[in-house]
């Protein structure tokens, strides 16, 4: 994935609104109508209107011509039964966007009917809600004359050819799933 600028634009669907608590970083959103036409809880509604009073958030219309070709995509891949009319309209309109202006174009969400039509259409996306650190930092001993690694950092010296052990901070994945 290319690195996000303030060129990046961002195409929000319904969960995007709903747990966006960080409000992100983003300057510049986007919402289809039809999104907007299904907002029910207060809260999601709370968040739109703030972010469209503080201008970083627009309403765009899908054109057909897109619609049609998310809606295709979404069929060949098997996905269209799982998919609301929402989704293929917010794909749709990161779709359109992307083809129109031509700049980086992301899908925040967190519906994976949403991520996986987004994969097949090379539509970045990215997850809203936080999923906790992903790495753990744990301490370990490499042994600076044989090389071999501890990961008992109670013991001096390397107990197979009594080298100088050299601390060093590893990170590992913390087993959370990813993605
Ligand atoms: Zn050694």
Redesign the pocket.
């Known amino acids: 994935m290319e690195e996000e600028n303030s060129e990046t634009i961002y195409v929000l669907d319904t969960s995007a609104l709903a747990f966006i608590n960080s409000l992100k970083g983003f300057r510049r959103g986007y919402i289809a109508e039809e999104t907007k036409k299904e907002l029910r809880h207060f809260k999601t509604k709370l968040v739109f209107e703030a972010l469209i009073h503080s201008q970083r958030l627009q309403v765009k219309p899908v054109n057909k011509k897109f619609l049609k070709e998310t809606v295709k995509k979404a069929n060949e891949t098997g996905e269209y039964l799982r998919l609301s009319k929402t989704d293929l309209y917010t794909v749709a309109l990161a779709h359109q966007i992307k083809k129109e202006e031509g700049k980086k174009v992301i899908v925040l969400t967190d519906d994976y009917t949403i991520q996986n039509l987004c994969e097949h259409m090379e539509i970045d996306w990215k997850p809203v809600k936080e999923r906790g650190i992903r790495k753990v930092a744990k301490w370990e001993l490499k ?1 600076t ?2 090389g ?1 690694i501890w990961r008992n950092t109670e013991i001096e010296i ?1 107990p ?2 009594g ?1 100088k052990l050299k601390k060093r901070m590893i990170f590992q994945d913390n087993g959370e799933t990813k993605k």
Do not use: A, F
């Open positions: 042994c004359s044989c071999k390397c197979i050819c080298g």
